[in-house]
Antibody
């Protein structure tokens, strides 16, 4: 059974960089069958796909985030990471990592981690 | 980007009743649609992909239909544990986008 677990600071100052890591167990980020995505959900609102990474390092992010996103993968640690720079209060959300089946839908999700942007 | 809309925003029904949720795409997405169930305080869970294929472990009372721009998720006999928000998501175009959700309440 694949499990994903997000980790990182729960509070980030405005204009700083949000950094999160997703650790995968029961599966390998090195598998060519899957991509690995980040998705967020502002409190009480809907879901927004942030971007994905492939084991090779290829990544793609949502243009709505205006090039603020960097997603990386560390196959030796079986985890992948998200950096979102120049954050504002609008970036306050629960951030989920998810397994991405061939750039389509998301079949396994982490439990999510709330990140609040505030001074 | 492809805009997804869902109706109704809230659906309230008695246990045992049939519940039909709708999802519409702003352009044709073929059958590249997934449905997720998000229970209070939990992460979303994949329910349907490919418009009509149930994910592993999903009860048979859940069914999906549609193609192109119009899709439905039907719960044939609503159970108390089906209380959740249901989201549709298209994966035909980049970026992948979600609908705003339908909240299912149990009377």
């Amino acid at each position: 059974q694949v499990q994903l677990q997000e980790s990182g600071p729960g509070l980030v100052n405005p204009s700083q960089t949000l950094s999160l890591t997703c650790t995968v167990s029961g599966g390998s980020v090195n598998s060519g069958d899957y991509y690995w995505s980040w998705i967020r959900q502002p409190p009480g609102k809907g879901l927004e796909w942030i971007g994905y990474i492939y084991y090779s390092g290829n990544s793609y992010s949502n243009p709505s985030l205006e090039n603020r996103v960097t997603i990386s993968v560390d196959t030796s640690k079986n985890h992948f990471s998200l950096k979102l720079k120049s954050v504002t209060a609008a970036d306050t959300a629960v951030y989920y990592c998810a397994r991405d089946l061939d750039q389509s839908f998301f079949d396994y999700w982490g439990q999510g981690t709330l990140v609040t942007v505030s001074s | 980007e492809t805009v997804m809309t869902q109706s109704p925003p809230t659906l309230s029904a008695f246990p045992g009743e049939r519940a039909t949720l709708s999802c519409r795409a702003s352009q044709s997405i073929n059958s590249n649609l997934a449905w997720y169930q998000q229970k209070p305080g939990q992460a979303p869970r994949l329910v349907i992909y490919g418009a009509f294929t149930r994910a592993t472990g999903v009860p048979a009372r859940f069914s999906g239909d549609g193609s192109g721009t119009e899709f439905t998720l039907t719960i044939s006999s609503l159970q108390s544990e089906d209380l959740a928000v249901y989201y549709c998501q298209q994966y035909n175009f980049w970026p992948r986008t979600f609908g705003p959700g339908t909240k299912v309440e149990i009377k």
